[in-house]
């Protein structure tokens, strides 16, 4: 692949931290990149907490994952200490050659997380939070239930579907469930897979690039059924409440985000620290319950309501199809020209 950026503890208390660490850490500044969601409970869960434990300063660098990313190689791999991106981004990150393996032996939290989380990306780093792709519908508007990714291209659904644009997280999965849905490898056969990609085209009646725009066209009733993150169910359902998430025999499709630390990091030792903390069963629970990421770490315990937003669970995150982001990448600029031949975009 070219090397460029594609832009289309066991848990250890904080008691016993605070007791180890002062020395390490006396005076520094710890900088963090992450995209700046949730910003005051972040500060209160996570940021306070480690600044204490590791008497440090802790700042950040915020954006969307290309943004930061692209900032990340301009500065060869310097500047921050710890990037959280999803993983397809820490993927070309890795390719890129910005990030540096993870020490296992300083984070053993990473045992006590899924399995699908230890280790995406191989020695990189770990995943702090798993997400799923799926499809929503309005159950009120369509008569037979979901079942399967390729109901997508079901004759009753004629100009009732949103498909994820090309460029966001999902859209290049629409590519993957065509190939499937024709029997062939999307990166072997692109040309049988944009030619399922244009079977559907009777059914979408737009592409979305936001969840705000997916949920505005379900509360508009202009669509009944599209292809989702469940990050976005909770407000989906808030606006539309007969809409559910469909219950695929073929399975949802995994996102996990990632924490990866930058191959030019001045503090190695506080993102070790840091990554043990965020993975700690306490911090996951906290967040978790908070509503601001689904735990990785398998020792935290959720009712099902609090449970309800999240994929979580051995049964659930064993279920998910996972997705090759090498392949992926390289193709990603010729998938994105398909695709806007076929849309007119």
């Known amino acids: 692949m070219t090397k460029r950026l594609s832009l289309t503890l066991a848990t250890v208390s904080a008691a016993t931290l605070l007791a180890v660490t002062p020395a390490l850490a006396q005076d520094r500044t710890f900088t963090v990149s992450w995209w700046g969601f949730n910003g005051d409970a972040l500060q209160e869960i996570i940021i306070d907490p480690f600044q204490e434990m590791c008497s440090c300063e802790v700042v950040f660098e915020t954006g969307n994952n290309a943004d930061r990313l692209s900032r990340l190689q301009l500065r060869e791999g310097a500047g921050v200490d710890v990037i959280y991106l999803t993983d397809r981004f820490s993927q070309l990150g890795i390719d890129l050659g910005l990030f540096q393996p993870i020490d296992r032996a300083q984070v053993p939290n990473i045992e006590q997380i899924y399995d699908l989380a230890q280790a995406p990306q191989g020695e990189y780093g770990p995943a702090y939070t798993i997400g799923r ?12 239930p979901i079942t399967s990714w390729n109901d997508l291209w079901r004759d009753d659904l004629t100009s009732q579907v949103s498909l994820p644009g ?52 379900f509360s508009t009733g202009e669509i009944t059924v599209s292809m989702a993150q469940d990050f976005a169910l909770g407000r989906l359902q808030a606006a539309v409440p007969s809409v559910v998430w469909a219950e695929l025999g073929d399975g949802d499709i995994a996102t996990l985000n990632t924490i990866n630390i930058p191959s030019g990091a001045e503090n190695v030792d506080l993102a070790h620290m840091f990554l043990n903390f965020v993975l700690s069963a306490e911090i996951q629970q906290t967040l978790a319950e908070r509503g601001v990421d689904a735990p990785v770490n398998s020792n935290v315990t959720l009712t099902a309501e609090q449970a309800a937003p999240w994929t979580y669970g051995d049964e659930m995150i064993s279920s998910l199809n996972r997705v090759d982001y090498v392949p992926m990448n390289a193709a990603l600029d010729d998938w994105i020209n398909r695709w806007n031949e076929i849309f007119g975009m």
Do not use: Q
């Open 166 to 217: 090309i460029t966001t997280t999902a859209g290049p999965m629409v590519v993957m469930r065509a190939a499937e849905r024709a029997g062939v490898d999307a990166y072997g056969d692109p040309d049988a897979a944009f030619a399922g990609v244009a079977e559907i085209l009777p059914n979408v009646l737009t592409n979305y690039n936001t969840g705000s725009e997916m949920i505005n066209l």
């Open 133 to 144: 792709v799926g499809i929503v519908y309005n159950a009120d508007e369509v008569a037979e």
